[in-house]
């Protein structure tokens, strides 16, 4: 089946078909339970009984992590998988406070050897005495706009989204905080001089009339367009070439070279920090330490993602 596979009902709406993404690919596709809709898990990697090596992460750049603990897999000997979750940070301190992790009916009782996150996030780690320390590693580039194929509303930038009518979707501001911030300053700073205030755009954006995620916006956000309930998203830039990649009869990215910035303090990017939980058990360190070498560079910079400059 090809990754960009798709099935459309008589109302033209699309059912996305996502890829399989493990350290360690199946190579037997029997007993596999998947029904997109109803019977599906796709932030929940790999293993449990054969990954001596397990890692939580934010999931805003679950394509880099996927390549890069693949890569790590095959030169480690002695590591039969990794196990690896890429949820809302939220969801990953509570499952570290609670024992386990959980997916509908399925409880994983794990404890992570590396933590990955936001600043805010691996900090909260640190003061609870859990990580020694952590470091950023990695950063975006950036928010682009992501609209279906063809860009049928010939959208152009963020002042056509505020003052043409488009329907707009966006991560959640509650379960989603860090990233619906970030979206919001972005398109703030890109507006401004337009039209509307800030205060009415705040409003607007935060109001029923803005579609919005319910829990993991880097899944959500593709199905809402392709179920044709917003026109168009602002999301990140790596989110973005990572949906038009893998679904190119589906997406399209509507560049904003604009906001499109390399430093951590500026608007539209994140920062991603990594953190040693414990002692790290077998793997973690070596793991941690496989993050800031030149592989990892180029695996982050082809999924759009940058090396923090010094």
């Known amino acids: 089946m090809a990754i960009s596979e798709r099935d459309r009902t008589s109302s033209e709406a699309v059912t996305l078909r996502w890829p399989v993404e493990m350290a360690r690919p199946a190579q037997d596709r029997r007993g596999e339970l998947l029904q997109p809709g109803s019977n599906i898990v796709l932030d929940l990697h790999g293993d449990p009984l054969r990954s001596d090596l397990v890692i939580y992460s934010d999931g805003n750049h679950h394509m880099a992590l996927e390549a890069t603990v693949r890569a790590f897999l095959e030169r480690q000997k002695g590591l039969e998988d990794i196990l ?83 329907r707009l979707a966006l991560s959640n501001p509650v379960s989603e905080k860090a990233s619906y911030m970030l979206y919001e300053t972005a398109i703030l700073r890109n507006y401004a001089g337009g039209a509307r205030s800030e205060a009415e755009i705040t409003e607007f954006l935060r109001g029923g009339d803005v579609v919005k995620s319910t829990v993991i916006h880097h899944r ?38 604009d906001i499109e910035i390399a430093a951590p303090d500026r608007q539209g990017v994140a920062s991603y920090h990594v953190g040693v939980v414990g002692d790290g058990g077998r793997f973690g360190v070596a793991f941690r330490d496989f993050l800031f070498s030149d592989e990892v560079t180029a695996i982050y910079e082809h999924h759009g993602l940058t090396r923090p400059r010094a």
């Open 220 to 257: 959500e956000i593709p199905e809402i367009l392709a179920a044709d309930r917003a026109d168009v998203s602002l999301v990140y830039r790596h989110l973005a070439l990572r949906y038009e990649r893998i679904f190119p009869d589906v997406f399209e990215l509507i560049a904003l070279d």
């Open 84 to 166: 690896y979750a890429t949820t809302p940070p939220r969801i990953l301190l509570e499952a570290i406070e609670a024992g386990a992790i959980r997916s509908g009916n399925l409880r994983l009782s794990v404890v992570p050897h590396v933590f990955i996150g936001p600043p805010e996030a691996v900090e909260t780690l640190r003061l609870n005495g859990r990580v020694a320390s952590h470091e950023r590693f990695m950063q975006s580039r950036g928010v682009a706009l992501l609209a279906r194929k063809g860009n049928p509303k010939g959208i152009g930038g963020i002042q056509d989204v505020l003052e043409s009518g488009i």
